[in-house]
């Protein structure tokens, strides 16, 4: 199996640029979460789908943050507009048959905003 | 939502040493996970354990949900240890399930 797979590795962008994150997750995983890393505040989940259903939100951190999954392979997070407070490491993870499935992580997206 | 702290937050030991880290959550779990984050960014899964104990070669890990909380021990380190350690717990409950939430992790290095 090839794992989570994020795109891009690495992304750089001026603020208030639209930037769109890729996620694909192992196949026949029906849950996937979106996950954020700062030195900061640490890991922060923003978002989680189970059968390409968004379940819960709460943790996306504005209205500039949108995520969709319009199928069981594919997922987006998108941040229009950009702004630096944005910088951080994005996390893509999924986990099978069950929410509280072992959950394994993409190697993430590396997000700078100048 | 549940609070998560780990201890200790950072951690230095010679290379063979033995060392136990801690997590305790501040509600009722049904799901406890411990995580490798490598020196290269990746987050490596190494137990789905809401109770009990399991052991992985040179690593185990034991949680005791009535008291809240979990260890996960590391034998005869390598260098290759080196990284920070997350546990991450979550719940699930009638009306619906929380994502995990991560403890700020323990910070290990081993030297050679």
């Known amino acids: 199996d090839a794992g989570v797979i994020q795109s891009p590795r690495h992304e750089v962008t001026e603020m208030g640029q639209e930037v769109t994150l890729r996620c694909k997750p192992i196949s026949g995983h029906d849950y996937l979460f979106w996950y954020r890393q700062t030195m900061m505040r640490g890991l922060e989940l923003l978002i989680y789908?189970?059968?390409?259903?968004?379940?819960?939100d709460s943790g996306m951190p504005e209205d500039r943050f949108s995520a969709k999954m319009p199928n069981a392979s594919f997922s987006t997070l998108k941040i229009q507009p950009s702004e630096p407070r944005d910088s951080a490491v994005y996390f893509c993870?999924?986990?099978?048959?069950?929410?509280?499935?072992?959950?394994?992580f993409g190697s993430g997206t590396q997000l700078s905003v100048l | 939502g549940i609070q998560v702290e780990q201890s200790p937050p950072d951690l230095i030991l010679q290379e063979g040493a033995n060392s136990t880290l801690r997590c305790n959550f501040s509600?009722?779990?049904?799901?406890l996970q411990w995580f490798h984050q490598n020196p290269w960014g990746q987050l490596i899964n190494l137990f789905y354990i809401p109770s009990g104990t399991k052991q992985n070669g040179r690593l185990s890990a034991t949680t005791v949900a009535t008291e809240r909380y979990s260890l996960l021990y590391i034998s005869s380190s390598q260098t290759t240890d080196s990284g920070v350690y997350f546990c991450?717990?979550?719940?699930?409950?009638?009306?619906?399930?929380?994502?995990?939430?991560f403890g700020k992790g323990t910070h290990l290095i081993i030297q050679p």
């Open positions: 991450a717990v979550g719940r699930y409950s009638g009306g619906g399930a929380d994502g995990l939430t």
């Open positions: 789908f189970n059968n390409n259903v968004p379940i819960d």
């Open positions: 509600d009722s779990v049904n799901n």
């Open positions: 993870a999924s986990s099978s048959g069950t929410w509280a499935g072992k959950l394994f």
